[in-house]
C-alpha cells in the first residue's frame, strides 16, 4: 500500500484575452503537449481540426480535446 500526500495540482492557465489567446499560441500548445506525450501524430490531427475553422472553432477544439489539462480564460 502507498499512502501519497493531497497535493492541489492546479492547470495551467490560458488567457485568451492576453498573448496566451493567439491562435499560434494554442496551435503550439497542442504541438508541445503530443509531441513530448510521444504521439506527435495525434497532435498533427488536433491541430488539422482545429485550423479548419474560425477563431471560436479553434477554442472550442482546443477545449475539447486539452480542456481537462488546461483552464482558459477569456
Do not use: C, W
Amino acid at each position: 500500500m502507498t499512502i501519497r500526500k493531497k497535493t492541489n495540482i492546479e492547470k495551467p492557465l490560458i488567457d485568451l484575452s492576453g498573448p496566451q489567446g493567439n491562435a499560434f499560441y494554442l496551435i503550439g500548445v497542442v504541438n508541445k503537449t503530443f509531441r513530448r506525450s510521444g504521439a506527435p501524430e495525434l497532435g498533427d490531427a488536433i491541430v488539422k481540426e482545429m485550423t479548419n475553422g474560425d477563431y471560436e472553432h479553434l477554442v472550442k477544439t482546443f477545449d475539447l480535446h486539452l480542456g481537462e489539462h488546461f483552464d482558459i480564460v477569456r
